[in-house]
């Protein structure tokens, strides 16, 4: 007998929601952060005279990318080559780990120095290296938070931003050994910077993500506000770049704009403290080995659908996180995700597939008010991708239920209403009819509960009743 597929679904956005909008602290470390980058990011941008003409630039530049991707990515292979990389190409997650793990097996180390890890974190590194032995540190100090607390990730630029700092003295006092340690930020900065500065005067191998890759010139760039990026890639005899292979820019003019885009949209700095650039390798000086891993894992997938990808133009800023007001209440954990928020809402789906049901959950993470697509410094139409992957979802619902699906009160009831709304005097009689059976539920000039599934309304809102005249009714009688 044929055994079934026992794979069980991860949780929905929904059912993590609840637990977490539960969690009042965390609600109140959410909230107090992303206020706070919100307004200064307000500032930065507002000093910018022709900032939307920035993002209409910045939103044209990766839209060339992924019109022309294949020649930059060659462009780019050659470029690193030319300058004495290596470059590795990763169809997914397994094949990425397996040639980042026999690169670091052959340097014989135990330990090895990570920054801006966002997408190791999407192929699961971590885990990969600690199985053949090797121990990843993470050296970012929000990622070294999260994992000495061996918690995951709750934002893309501010990884522990659901901890405050009375929570993150107590964790430090414990794993780092500090009997006495106050909570100011620069005490708590200190304790990390003796902490890590041990382990990047030994290490032997460097892993780096990237925010850029020049295909002109096989440049990577790491920008950061802390100096952890700067030690991790030019310390260590050996670096390794894991990088998704839609960070293209395709010249080192480029950053002129992205430059200043990316600051300000996500630590509200005009620039950040450290910008590192570097171009294969310089004999006598930093990493005598460069290693260059091009990560698909989905990503031609993406590109492939016209309105997913502009998807892949994000520049990993996370201003939509700051400003969406799903995220400030539920954080990043609901999305069980490495990418959490509006962007992550569109871009896990993407690259998962929707076969998942917690995955398919996350387009519906969202109250499609349109915040996050106003401060994308690159112009993504975050609401377009997300009711277009709605639209995916329901279609393969539809696939998979046959007639079963067609019978789904959901369904049913918008079969109604497309029907009712393509024709007026159908409108309009549905109008009539529902100002009769308003009656019902109609109390004191408002309807405070209605029956079934029009009960979701309700449950957390009072709607006005239809009035005893309408708009084209008025309209008509003027002339009688």
Same mark, same amino acid.
């Given at each position: ?22 969690? !009042? ?67 997914? =997650? ?35 290296? *600690? ?7 993470? !050296?970012?100090? @929000? ?38 340690? /106050? ?8 304790? *990390? ?31 950061? /506000? ?6 991790? !890639? ?24 992205? %430059?200043? $885009? ?8 005009? %620039? ?9 390798? !310089? ?61 992550? *809402? ?18 519906? =993470? ?38 079963? @699906?067609? $019978? ?21 009689? *549905? ?50």
């Amino acid at each position: 007998m044929k055994k079934k597929n026992s794979k069980k679904s991860s949780p929905t956005f929904q059912e993590s929601a609840k637990a977490y909008l539960e969690n !009042t602290q965390l609600r109140r470390n959410i909230g107090h952060a992303t206020h706070t980058i919100r307004d200064k990011r307000k500032q930065a941008v507002d000093e910018m005279p022709d900032w939307e003409d920035l993002r209409e630039a910045g939103s044209n530049i990766k839209q060339r990318v992924m019109r022309h991707m294949d020649k930059y990515l060659l462009q780019l292979e050659e470029s690193v080559q030319q300058a004495g990389g290596v470059v590795h190409w990763a169809k997914d =997650a397994k094949e990425a780990n397996r040639i980042i793990v026999d690169l670091v097996k052959e340097q014989q180390v135990e330990e090895v120095v990570k920054v801006k890890s966002i997408t190791t974190d999407e192929i699961k590194l971590n885990k990969a290296l *600690a199985d053949e032995g090797v121990q990843a540190l993470e !050296t970012d100090l @929000a990622e070294l938070i999260v994992q000495l607390a061996e918690d995951e990730p709750s934002h893309i630029l501010v990884p522990a931003i659901h901890k405050n700092r009375a929570e993150i003295r107590e964790l430090f006092k414990k794993k780092l050994e500090k009997a006495e340690l /106050s909570d100011r930020p620069e005490d708590l900065a200190e304790a *990390a910077r003796l902490y890590l500065r041990k382990k990047f005067l030994s290490a032997k191998v460097g892993i780096s993500g990237g925010n850029f890759a020049v295909a002109e010139t096989g440049t990577i760039s790491v920008v950061e /506000s802390e100096g952890n990026g700067r030690m991790c !890639t030019t310390l260590p005899d050996t670096l390794i770049t894991v990088m998704g292979i839609e960070k293209l820019i395709p010249t080192w003019r480029d950053f002129e704009v992205f %430059m200043q $885009l990316l600051p300000r949209s996500a630590t509200a700095e005009r %620039m950040n403290p450290y910008n590192s650039f570097w171009t294969g390798v !310089t004999q006598g000086d930093g990493p005598q080995e460069f290693h260059l891993v091009l990560l698909d894992n989905g990503r031609t997938n993406v590109l492939a659908d016209e309105v997913g990808r502009q998807t892949l133009n994000c520049i990993r800023c996370s201003a939509c996180l700051n400003v969406c007001p799903v995220y400030e209440r539920t954080g990043g954990h609901a999305y069980n995700s490495v990418y959490p928020g509006p962007i992550g *809402a569109i871009l896990t789906p993407q690259l998962k597939g929707l076969k998942d049901d917690g995955v398919a959950s996350l387009p519906y =993470a969202s109250s499609l008010c349109g915040a996050c697509y106003e401060v994308c410094p690159v112009k993504i139409n975050i609401p377009e991708v997300l009711v277009h992957l709605r639209g995916k979802i329901v279609d393969e619902k539809k696939r998979k239920g046959g007639f079963k @699906a067609k $019978l789904d009160e959901e369904h049913i009831g918008m079969k109604l209403m497309a029907r009712t709304f393509k024709k007026r005097s159908r409108y309009e009689r *549905a109008q009539r009819w529902a100002r009769v059976g308003q009656g019902l539920f109609e109390k004191n000039g408002t309807i405070s509960k209605l029956p079934g599934e029009l009960s979701g309304w309700t449950a957390m809102r009072d709607i006005k009743p239809i009035p005893d005249q309408t708009f084209r009714e008025w309209w008509r009688s003027r002339d009688e």
